[in-house]
């Protein structure tokens, strides 16, 4: 999403912020973000969807907000939207037969109680064609305040994408996610998964669409009250899928 899912507070910031949101009178500022997605995020279906609904956690202001279904090549798919959408849902159905292979789903919202804006996508997969766009590998450092970070882009051994984050030092490592990002779909906060031989994996079709993305790669320590942050942009090449950092 463009507005990040989650913030880190401790101790006397937990304090001050309880008392803010407690204060009478204060101004709480609200995003509508998605509470339930159908297909569910990563869905592997057999058949085309019939419908593609969200419901919000917040009531939407509906001719501002809007689903966009996106092909593999990230070309926008017809659809029309359905009478149930308003107040905290959204829906469309697509109009035309969809191919096997993945989907991007890309949402933006305006939140009805003030205004704000929200934007962000998940990806799903028709079965009985390609499962993810990437062919081939690329890898890349960058700085995580007192650590090293290494970024993998290549494609899981089904075919979708998958984003390893290896570290220099995992001492003391309790989580690792990646914000994942295009300044045409919003972000994505997602969690990774120990890889079992020493890194942390993202296996998913979160990069559905060729073209250029931004990876936050977030290391949550023990003790440690900042999250340790590496930063990586990469391209997708859209003829041959292959990765590139730049």
Known sequence: MSIKRALRFGGAASFALAALVASPGTAVFAHARPQTMNPIPNARLDNAPAHIVINYDDPIVANQSSLVLLDSSGAPQPTNVDPVSGNAVAS????????PGPYTVDWTT?????G????????????????GIINGSAQKQAPAADLMASLTVTAAP??????RVDLNNTSGVERIRIDLSRPDLGDDLLDTKPSGDGGWVLNNDEVSVPGSWHAQAIVRRTN????????????VDPQTGEPTFS
Not at 92 to 99: R, V
Not at 110 to 114: H, N, W, Y
Not at 224 to 235: H, L, M, P, Q, S
């Open 92 to 99: 469309i159905s697509p109009t035309s037969d969809l191919a």
């Open 110 to 114: 305006m939140d009805a109680k003030d």
């Open 116 to 131: 704000h804006q929200a934007q962000g996508f998940f990806a799903f997969v028709i079965s009985g064609g390609p499962v």
């Open 158 to 163: 089904d075919g979708s994408s998958m984003l």
């Open 224 to 235: 440690i009250f900042d999250d340790a942050k590496a930063e990586f942009d990469f391209t």
